[in-house]
């Protein structure tokens, strides 16, 4: 095993987007049901395309990306509201005969990151509180505990963090905020800001990369920048549960 430095040693050159749709929320124990994965360059986010000027020029999604985007049977039932919003079934799974999250996957996983140039980081929406030990929970039940070499990042702390540090900026006199001002950073939420109309195809994996994408590219040069100092080695992230916790498998 690599030793992974605590951020990366230069600056992040392959931004790997990820959500998870799963078979609900902790403490229910999930087992994702769905993962999409899209690696952008740094250059790609440093340059990009911009489509009709309608009302304003939106940047177009990246044209060079790498995507992974895999149904994974869940081997678990779902909770009713993560079935009603992703709209996927234990019975669909069966009845398309998806595999689980078994080697195989492992295998194309790592595969993926292979053919990124480094340093990789991982960045996830509420990664820190969601995608990231989930998917090391995942990792850690095929006895497989660590992601060389690979760094995450969580959009909703860095858009925090670049938040207050503008207030900052701003604030050299004291101002308190007004009432009702609090920020939202749901996905929804930031891209309504951003764009003006609610995400298509929400808690649908590769939808909701795609409005991570979009959002990201509102703020790109800032985020890579607070991402370059405060990505931490996916390694470090503690998985969700340990897989012998979990109850027993559905069948
Ligand atoms: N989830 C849930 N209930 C919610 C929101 C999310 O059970 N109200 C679970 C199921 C989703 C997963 O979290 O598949 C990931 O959420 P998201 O679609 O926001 O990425
Ligand atoms: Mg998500
Ligand atoms: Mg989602």
Redesign the pocket.
Known sequence: MWPTSATPSKPIETFVFM????T??PPSQ?KI?EMCLFAVSRHSLENPQYGNPCPKPLPLLPRLADKLSVCINPDKPF?P??SS??GLTNEAFAMNRKQTFNLHLLHMIVAFFRRQHPPICLVAHNGYG?DFPLLKAELSALGHLALDEIYCADTIKAMKALDSQNNQLQQFAYQPSAPGSRKKYA?RDLYFKFYREYPPN??NAEG?VIALINIFQQRASDLMCWMDSNAMPFNSIRAMYKENERYASFS
């Open positions: 959500d998870l749709e799963a609900g929320l999930p049901a909770t509201a993560a919003i992703t969601y996905l929400s808690h909701d």
